[in-house]
């Protein structure tokens, strides 16, 4: 089978994210099938972009082939990062042709974040008459409406919902991250036509220590963060940790607060990440004269596990949404931690309460800082014998459900047409 992939921030290992698109490239790979990726020359979450030559560009990475279609840079998420997904757009719509004479796919995987990268998708699966998938991460426009506070009729908000709309009603089958999902799906067009499942995951192998031991930490922790981390063991403190961006949506404030008022001196809570939020959050510190808080930085992937090794409960948090976690979620970083045998605290009002459902950690009220201190509370007064308890059931809890050697037989069922198996 020849599979298109689609999506403007797709990465590599070399390049940074997205992860997931690169992950299940690979597996379909190894089963004998042939993939293409198309993305946008530049992505703000990328660790490296590729150098381009013109509009079009074609790369050839770890046996994938790669088209980049060349677009601006820009920062944050004004008037620049517009041009450059409009441009995106544009592109992706013109060389649809180009695409699909060079590659001529069986498939095509809509995965863009937004919703306009569908009319390109369109055009490239009608020339070769291959099967289309619409693989949903977030619901957009809904996710702007309720987080962004834009009206529905706003004309940008419309245009995306048109777009939604347009999709459900082209595809062959939704692919969707949101368990809960499918009648909003269904209401705006996809009708009859299947659903399946199919969150993130994690490699098993990347999560094997294969450096364990002093001298391993050495190599895959910074000097200064292993001093922090491994005196804060030898003084038998605990250390709370989170991993990843740096920004208020995931409710670091509330996680920064909570921890403050622990007012333990037997705990240390760490930072492992960068974002634009990061200058606020240090005031925030600063301010209310919080100590032992440390921010480690933006560290490689391969680099995780040894970090997560070293940390005794593991945070995740999300701004409380009126709607949009109605339809449930699957943040990559929380199978990390659960990937690590950590207890996390989880922060997120999710139809599919994760930490529930695996019974790996303790869930807290969404913006509510006494809710967090005292589920943070709680895992450090069960000791380390019920944390490392609740730790294994996560992981166990990955190693079945959240793989991608098993996501990937569920997706292979979507892009040929079989019913799907996964329960949402």
Partial sequence: MRILFENDHAGSRRYGMSHRIYQFAEAFIARGHEVMIVGASYSHVRRINPETHGFYTRERIDG???????????RGNGVGRVIHMLTYRLLLWLYAGKIAREFHPDVVICAGVETFDIYGCV?????????????????????PIMLGDYSPKHPFIQMMQKAENYAYRHADAVV???????????????GSKPFYFIPNGVVAADWQITDPGEEGLKRHVQDVHLDILRNAHKEGKVVIGYVGTLNLANDIDILIHGFGRLKRDDTILVLVGSGMEEGHLKSIIARERYSN??????????????YLSLIDIAYLGMKRSPLVFTFGMSPNKIYDYMMAGKPIVQAIDAANNIVEIANCGIYAEPDNV??????????????PEKRRELGENGREYVLSHNTYDVLTDEYLRALSGEPPSREA
């Fill in 64 to 74: 994938i082939e790669y088209r980049w279609l060349r677009t601006p840079r820009y």
């Fill in 123 to 143: 055009r490239i699966a009608k020339k070769v008459k291959a099967r289309l998938i619409y693989e949903v991460r977030d619901l957009w426009p809904l996710t």
């Fill in 176 to 190: 969707s991250l949101l368990p809960d999902a499918h009648e909003h799906m269904i209401e705006h067009g996809l």
């Fill in 293 to 306: 808080i440390f921010f480690l930085g933006q560290q490689p992937k391969q680099d995780i596990p040894y």
């Fill in 370 to 383: 006494e809710a967090v201190r005292n589920a943070i509370q709680q895992l450090i007064d069960m000791g």
